[in-house]
């Protein structure tokens, strides 16, 4: 039940090593699409390939994947918030584009582990975020393979972490933040138990006779860090290793034991305790649920299987307006300018690189406008409450498009405030045709 005045946030996690493959043509499945109420996506990739020729035609975030998922999920208003690529691993937010003056990016960062070049594609990659006020971290990885390499594993989730402390004055300890969602191809193995006993019970689908030979669930247990995450019960068959184009475990030589390589853990930070002195009502709140944890079988384009996690946020927001309204009517000028009021909050630094964004309602990111207008130009007025911008759009092509505007601060890197959508008035088109032919005079 849903406790009135306290939201609630649909988020989506998957968390895949993609083996160089190009993206499947459907990801219904895969983004439960088919679900109504999802709020925020984040995404985590390992192995995207990066191999020279694909660094060389990618810009810088439109390698295929990218591209792909901002296909699907502009059109459902998602917009791409963050993103963030080291060599195969790459890491994407997406978010309802209501949420987005209630995000700001604080940082985004990439932390190599490999040892002498020897695993320069394993480390990790993570974009800290600030959602309705709570500092939330994410966190993709790609861990060292092989059942021997556990110690090292270890080592560099710990190195990772360390690396991930933002120059943030406020939090700069990662372990501070409200939540650190943590996830990617961990590459942790089945210990001790035989290939037969392994590949049997996952048939049987007894997955818990094999929780305790799990190298995380061991290190869970008595690592002092590990042991502040969470992870849901691993109710689906281990996502590693499969033949391709099938359902079929490792057929190959080798033979490669079944492991759940491939991992979703997230660590809240313990909620202030309320002390007798203090009222009842609370004023922060924030917590993370799980709602399901599963794998998902049909795609075969690699030899792991994508995992996913749903999760349900609840919290009290600590940031109620965005720093910036926008006045829900605009004036339409004769000169093809659209007159735009906005008000900003007492403590909102604006600086002459921010802009506001014209949008076709289905962008797919900040930099997908049809128009723009720098704020420290074209400024009609200003006073402490209002401020009013033309923006000339001449150039947008006649339609019946939805349209949003965006305000995106310099100094927060990141959009503080958006219209309610609208349409330009059709009268606005047909300017040339009333101007060229001019009314007879009588
Ligand atoms: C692999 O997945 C595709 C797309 O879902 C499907 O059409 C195909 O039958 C699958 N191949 C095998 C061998 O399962
Ligand atoms: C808007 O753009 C059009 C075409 O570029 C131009 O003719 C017009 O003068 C511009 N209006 C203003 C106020 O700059």
Redesign the pocket.
Known sequence: ERIPGRPKLDIHVVTWNVASAAP???LSDLLQLNSLNLDIYVIGLQEVNSGIRSLLSDTAFEDPWSSFLMDVLSPLSFIKISHVRMQGLLLLVFAKYQHLPYIQIVSTKSTPTGLYGFWGNKGGVNICLKLYGYYVSIINCHLPPHMSNNVQRLEHFDRILERQNVEEKNIPNILDHDLILWFGDMNFRIEDFGLLFVRESITRQNYHELWEKDQLIIAKKHDPLLREFQEGPLLFSPTYKFDR???NYDTSEKKRKPAWTDRILWRLKRQPQAGPTVSSLPTSYFFLTLRSYCSCM????SDHKPVIGTFDLEFIPLMLNPLITMMPEFLWTLENDMLISYSSTPDFLSSSWDWIGLYKVGMRHINDYVSYVWVGDNQISFDDSLNQIYINISDIPETEDEFILCYYSNNLHSVVGISQPFKIPLRFFLKDNILGEPEPQI
């Open positions: 499947p043509l459907d184009y099938s359902d049909m795609y075969n384009i």
